[in-house]
């Protein structure tokens, strides 16, 4: 058993991104899981990752689950979406997706020095 612990992020997407946004969390490497809410907390779809697949065996690994987002995406118009990543790894997602604004008081955050202030001039 491991003692490593893990880090969750959270953070809404609007349904339009969400596939795209798992694919890139999925691609990351360093997500153990990923879980879609609705709203009101209740969970849609709970997607564990096993780091062990890579490249082209990670997508067609997930082309099944990234066809049931789609759906999902297709009739909600925002989601949530809680991230674990292992805790050695943590990293924030990428620009092309929505920054976690908000977590978990143990969790992570976005970094106010990871804001561009000259977006908002």
């Known amino acids: 058993m491991s003692d490593k612990k893990s880090t969750f992020e959270q953070f809404e997407v609007a349904g339009d991104k969400l596939v795209e946004t798992v694919k890139n969390l999925i691609h990351e490497g360093n997500v153990q899981r990923i879980i879609l809410k609705r709203e009101d907390g209740s969970v849609l ?3 564990p990752v096993n ?5 082209l065996a990670l ?4 082309a099944p689950v990234l066809v049931a987002i789609g759906a ?10 809680v ?22 008081a143990d969790g ?6 990871d804001q561009n202030p000259a977006a908002s001039i």
Request: glycine letters at 8%; zero cysteines; aromatic letters at 2%.
């Open 51 to 55: 780091a062990g697949l890579v490249g």
């Open 83 to 104: 991230v674990e990543r292992k805790a050695d790894a943590a990293t924030p997602v990428d620009g092309s997706a929505t920054p976690p604004t908000t977590g978990p």
């Open 59 to 62: 997508t067609v690994a997930f």
């Open 72 to 81: 999902i995406a297709a009739v909600v118009s925002k989601i949530t979406l």
């Open 108 to 113: 992570p955050v976005s970094d106010p020095a």
């Open 45 to 47: 779809l709970e997607i």
